[in-house]
């Protein structure tokens, strides 16, 4: 069943650190996306990644990181520098230059600074 | 720059009632557009694209040139519309920002009993 999977559901991180959130896909897709969903502001951008091992800033990329080193998955790291981490997080992966632009989505981790 | 605007966070209606969502967009060249749709407790989804001239769950959208404007219609609104609704525009072919999609703030259709 092909997908794409976002692990944690829900993560709750202390001030000052680092947390991880997964996203792996199965889906062959070669791009793939790191959105910020905030009530009344839509979805904004951090980061995304076209092909393997290359990955470009977003609308709001500071105080987060990435990698790409395989292309089934693309973890999001949010570090201590990102001010206001608490939102929910979707990844999606899609492959562009098909006739078919649209994205599929992860079902989204919350995070929560405590 | 590209720039998706829907100018309504939160709309209503009653069941049967007309619905449309607005969207426009500012973009130098031919766009293609979209509209996503989040159910509650579902992921988000693709809803119809302008490309495909589809309707979907009794849904179209006719993109505006002149308007710049890609609103979401449908004749008689079901209570299962309700929901989150995102415009989405992708950047252009041949660009940096390739397949990236940039999305409006979004609405929340509430449709009434």
């Known amino acids: 069943d092909g997908g794409i999977t976002q692990s944690p559901k829900y993560l709750f991180r202390k001030e000052g650190q680092n947390v991880t959130l997964s996203c792996e896909q199965n889906?062959?897709?070669?791009?793939m996306y790191w959105y910020r969903q905030d009530p009344g502001q839509g979805l904004r951008l951090i980061y995304y990644?076209?092909?393997?091992?290359?990955?470009q800033k977003g609308d709001i990329a500071e105080g987060y990181s990435v990698s790409r080193e395989k292309k089934e998955s693309f973890p999001l790291t949010v570090t201590s520098a990102q001010k206001n981490p608490t939102a929910f997080y979707l990844c999606?992966?899609?492959?562009?230059?098909?006739?078919?632009?649209?994205?599929?989505f992860g079902s989204g981790t919350r995070l929560t600074v405590v | 720059a590209q720039r998706v605007t829907q100018p309504e966070k939160l709309l209503s209606v009653f069941k049967g009632a007309p619905v449309e969502l607005k969207c426009n967009y500012s973009?130098?060249?031919?766009?293609?557009l979209f509209w996503y749709v989040q159910y509650s407790r579902q992921r988000l989804q693709l809803l119809l694209r302008?490309?495909s001239r589809e309707s979907i769950k009794g849904f179209t959208a006719d993109l505006n040139k002149g308007e710049t404007s890609f609103h979401l219609k449908k004749p008689f609104a079901q209570e299962e519309d309700s929901a989150m609704y995102y415009c989405?525009?992708?950047?252009?072919?041949?660009?940096?920002?390739?397949?990236?999609?940039?999305f409006g703030q979004g609405t929340i259709l509430t449709v009434h009993p």
């Open positions: 302008h490309i």
């Open positions: 989405a525009l992708p950047g252009p072919a041949g660009g940096t920002s390739y397949g990236k999609l940039t």
């Open positions: 999606a992966s899609s492959t562009p230059g098909t006739n078919n632009y649209g994205y599929t």
């Open positions: 990644s076209q092909i393997v091992n290359d990955f």
């Open positions: 973009y130098s060249g031919s766009p293609e």
């Open positions: 889906l062959n897709h070669d791009a």
